[in-house]
């Protein structure tokens, strides 16, 4: 069986300090991540690009108040890794940056930092 691996970033840490908990819902109390603001604001692929420090390279898009292909689907890419990065962090009760490794496919809190 081939192990799951994921390498956790200053980026996937930057953007996990940044995200909106609360605990308000009709239901219950319990704490969650605010699904239409992670990041602060509802625009999730600009929250995460300005955050992050990156660059439009094309004057042009940058006049035209558009974000380049490229960069949404980076923004995307990293948000949807966010899951995993939740999970590590609070799996290992730590924040350090590196390779981690899935040692059981079926379990989420079997992420373990791989030396």
Not at 5 to 20: A, G, N, S, W, Y
Not at 68 to 90: C, F, G, N, S
Request: net charge neutral.
């Amino acid at each position: 069986m081939k192990k799951k691996t994921f390498e956790l970033t200053i980026d996937h840490l930057t953007l996990l300090k940044r995200m909106h908990v609360d605990n308000y819902n009709s239901y219950s109390s319990t704490p969650y991540i605010d699904s239409k603001r992670p990041y602060g604001n509802s625009n999730i692929e600009a929250d995460i690009i300005e955050t992050l420090g990156w660059k439009i390279e094309s004057k042009e898009e940058l006049e035209e108040g558009e974000i380049p292909e490229k960069l949404l689907k980076r923004a995307d890419k990293i948000h949807k890794e966010m899951t995993t990065v939740l999970q590590i962090v609070l799996c290992n009760l730590t924040f350090l940056i590196g390779t981690y490794e899935k040692t059981d496919p079926h379990n989420s809190l079997s992420w373990r930092f791989k030396k």
